[in-house]
């Protein structure tokens, strides 16, 4: 088997004195599609956010370790640079771009108009538009999905908004992730959809902030589906940190 792309060892996030990621370990390989499934409050958008290096996100302890470079040492940018990147639940505006100059940008070969098909918009009525707040939350994370295949990146990590089936169908979900790994990404996908889940590779059931399953998606999901969990205390399930 190849080497991994993104392997994190004992990975600990704490904030205000709350262990929020306790010694995560996970591996993830290239073109691999691997499903991270958890209730809510169970640390999956602080590991994006934490991976990504977003601002207030540094970890207590642990290493991660990127296309074979320490990532936990390089600036959001940089990491970047390497092949990593995040649609996020919240996307983001840009005022005064329109979505064709967005999907374009240090992207000249990529077709903007199919990107968007993709996701299901109409290049007609949306390339022109600007990526602002005249633009619904589904509009823009439809465009920002968009956005990422037009990368092609090595590791996109797609944390799906709760709300993500009113936005994307399941078929149109599962159709920019398959384009993503035909096109030679790995793909991290954080979802509550267990129909979306069936598709991946592997898949890891995180809980407490602990990686406490991984496995072929069925037998993830079957016991993530047989949790009483509904927002993450690490009780429920009978979770102990020990």
């Known amino acids: 088997m190849a080497s991994p792309l993104l392997s994190i060892t004992n990975l600990t996030f704490s904030v205000e004195g709350r262990t ?4 995560l370990d996970l591996v993830i390989h290239p073109c691999e599609i691997h499903a991270l499934l958890g209730a809510n409050g169970s640390g999956k958008t602080t590991l994006a956010s934490l991976l ?5 996100y540094r970890p207590t302890a642990g290493t991660v370790v990127f296309a074979g470079t320490d990532l936990l040492t390089l600036p959001i940018h940089e ?3 390497l092949g990593l990147t995040l649609a996020w639940q919240e996307p983001a505006r840009f005022e005064g771009i329109t979505v064709r100059e967005y999907l374009m940008l240090g992207r000249a070969e990529s077709d903007p108009a199919l990107m968007l098909r993709l996701v299901g918009l109409d290049p007609d009525r949306y ?3 600007l990526v602002d707040k005249t633009l619904s939350g589904g509009e823009r994370h439809r465009i920002e999905l968009a956005s990422v295949l037009a990368m092609k ?3 996109a990590i797609l944390d799906e908004p709760a709300a993500g089936i009113d936005m994307l169908s399941i078929h149109q979900i599962i159709a ?8 030679g990404s ?14 991946s590779d592997a898949a890891s059931q995180l809980c407490n902030g602990r990686i406490v399953c991984t496995g072929s998606p069925a037998l993830v999901i079957e016991r993530f589906r047989g949790r009483a969990c509904v927002r993450c205390d690490g009780e429920v399930c009978g979770y102990d940190r020990t």
């Open 20 to 23: 929020v990621l306790d010694r």
């Open 52 to 56: 990504m290096g977003c601002e207030g």
């Open 79 to 81: 990491r970047a640079k």
């Open 127 to 129: 390339l022109d538009r």
């Open 153 to 155: 990146p090595k590791l």
């Open 176 to 183: 920019v992730i398959r384009t993503l790994k035909a096109e």
């Open 186 to 199: 790995a793909v991290l996908l954080i979802t509550h959809q267990e129909e979306v889940a069936t598709i």
